[in-house]
């Protein structure tokens, strides 16, 4: 059974849309959850860090957060063609394990 | 030089050979990882160390050996490899178990 389920995509979006990205986990104690950005062939980029219920913003990104029903998602607004990547959700489960648990990732297309 | 730095980017090596993969944080963290990830797969979680001790490994073949000098190094030892090892190789370290990881740029390894 995965531990951080994400929908593998590709999502598909026009330009200036709002692109919303979900990631459901497993471990009810997990405390902190991020998300990460993935140009092909590139490595992972941290864009969004949440620890507590409720939504959180930085710039065109929200992430939001709901502990009760193990749910962290992603939106993002006036989508760019620039933003077409994988979005990788990642959740410390706060079982003493001392790596992130990362989901497989969204893919998300951005059509101009 | 600054965050997560890899060395080398891109690695071709033959089945028989022993090669290196180098990782250097200039962050300040205390725990750094390796990942792997092959074409359209998930991120694999191949080994942990935290404070220069290696706390997990996530039965990895022997043939991947890591080592860890001291907190701000991470080594990947390579010998004896399979073609299906082939992947982008990713270093990433965190300043606390399960804290936001900030990600190399990856070698890519091919093995003829």
């Known amino acids: 059974q995965k531990e951080v389920e994400q929908n593998s995509g590709p999502l598909s979006v026009p330009e200036g849309a709002i692109a919303s990205l979900n990631c459901t986990y497993s471990d009810r104690v997990s405390q902190s959850f991020f998300w990460y950005r993935q140009y092909s062939g590139k490595s992972p980029e941290l864009i969004m860090s949440i620890y507590s219920n409720g939504d959180k913003e930085d710039g065109r990104f929200t992430a939001q957060l709901n502990k009760a029903s193990q749910y962290v998602s992603l939106l993002i607004r006036d989508s760019q063609p620039s933003d077409s990547a994988t979005y990788l959700c990642a959740v410390n489960e706060g079982t003493g394990r001392r790596a992130l648990t990362f989901g497989s990732g969204t893919r998300l297309q951005v059509q101009p | 030089e600054t965050g997560v730095t890899q060395t080398p980017r891109h690695l071709v090596m033959g089945m028989t050979n022993k090669k290196s993969l180098k990782c250097e944080q200039h962050l300040g963290h205390n725990a750094m990882y390796w990942y792997k990830q092959s074409a359209k797969k998930p991120l694999e979680l191949m080994f942990v160390?935290?404070?220069?001790?290696?706390?997990e490994n996530n039965s990895v073949p022997s043939r991947f050996s890591p080592e860890c000098p001291n907190s701000s190094h991470l080594f990947l030892h390579l010998h004896t490899l399979q073609p299906e090892d082939s992947a982008l190789y990713l270093c990433a370290s965190s300043q606390s178990g399960g804290g936001e990881a900030f990600f190399g740029q990856g070698t890519r390894l091919t093995v003829v």
């Open positions: 160390y935290s404070l220069e001790e290696r706390v």
